[in-house]
């Protein structure tokens, strides 16, 4: 890829990945209520699934999405289903007690696991990324270049822009809450991240494929 075309790549990305989505919010969510490594698991799940949606991609599944309508709407059902899920859990779940710090959970091998696992099914069942995607990185393709080469530098260009983003929202939230106190910062993110999970799963359902 030649350079300015992954300028120009990047530059484009950067401008989508700087709107705040799903993946944004869960990743500042799990950064306040768990600390670091958690935002890390976070991470580590999302690249994962844009990985695979790359991968997708570059053999034309996105493709076959938009011209399969029912394979878009099972993804999409389960994609918005599985947002949805995650708010009311959020906003009807236990509340951590009020001595109890943001970054006090406890950092085990089973809990990073089930963090990334939940930051995977959100990246992965949501098809308009895919779709996205399709449209998109054919865009900065060059014939006389490597193919498979061209999707690796921008996969690699990819997850430097998600890191570099959402740590930057992660540290911006983390300065803010320290104005406020640990119990009434994490039960605020818990209604406000509840509430816009289940925003964001009701417009997915509205999304079309086109």
């Known amino acids: 890829m030649a350079l300015h075309l992954w300028f120009t790549f990047f530059l484009a990305y950067l401008a989508?990945?700087?709107?705040?989505?799903?993946?944004?919010?869960?990743v500042v969510r799990n950064a306040l209520r768990h600390g670091p490594a958690a935002m890390g698991a976070t991470l580590v799940g999302n690249l994962t699934a844009q990985l695979l949606v790359v991968t997708g991609v570059a053999l034309g599944v996105g493709a076959l999405l938009v011209a399969m309508p029912s394979a878009f709407l099972a993804?999409?059902?389960?994609?918005?289903?599985?947002?949805i899920y995650l708010g009311v859990r959020q906003l009807f779940g236990s509340n951590v007690a009020?001595?109890?710090?943001v970054a006090a959970v406890p950092g085990s091998p089973v809990a990073k696991w089930r963090i990334a696992g939940e930051a995977f099914l959100v990246s992965v069942s949501n098809p308009k990324a895919m779709i996205f995607l399709c449209a998109f990185l054919p865009q900065f393709l060059q014939a006389d270049r490597s193919v498979p080469v061209?999707?690796?530098?921008?996969?690699?260009?990819?997850?430097?822009?998600v890191i570099s983003v959402h740590?930057?929202?992660?540290?911006?939230?983390f300065r803010f809450s320290k104005r406020l106190?640990?119990?009434?910062?994490?039960?605020?993110?818990?209604?406000?991240?509840?509430a816009?999970?289940?925003?964001?799963g009701l417009r997915l359902l509205s999304a079309r494929a086109v």
């Open 16 to 26: 989508t990945t700087a709107t705040p989505g799903p993946n944004v919010l869960l």
């Open 75 to 83: 993804l999409k059902i389960l994609g918005a289903s599985y947002l």
């Open 98 to 101: 009020a001595n109890t710090p």
């Open 150 to 161: 061209q999707f690796i530098v921008m996969y690699l260009t990819i997850a430097a822009v």
């Open 167 to 173: 740590s930057v929202y992660c540290y911006t939230a």
């Open 181 to 194: 106190s640990a119990a009434y910062w994490v039960a605020l993110i818990k209604r406000i991240s509840g």
């Open 196 to 200: 816009l999970f289940i925003g964001l």
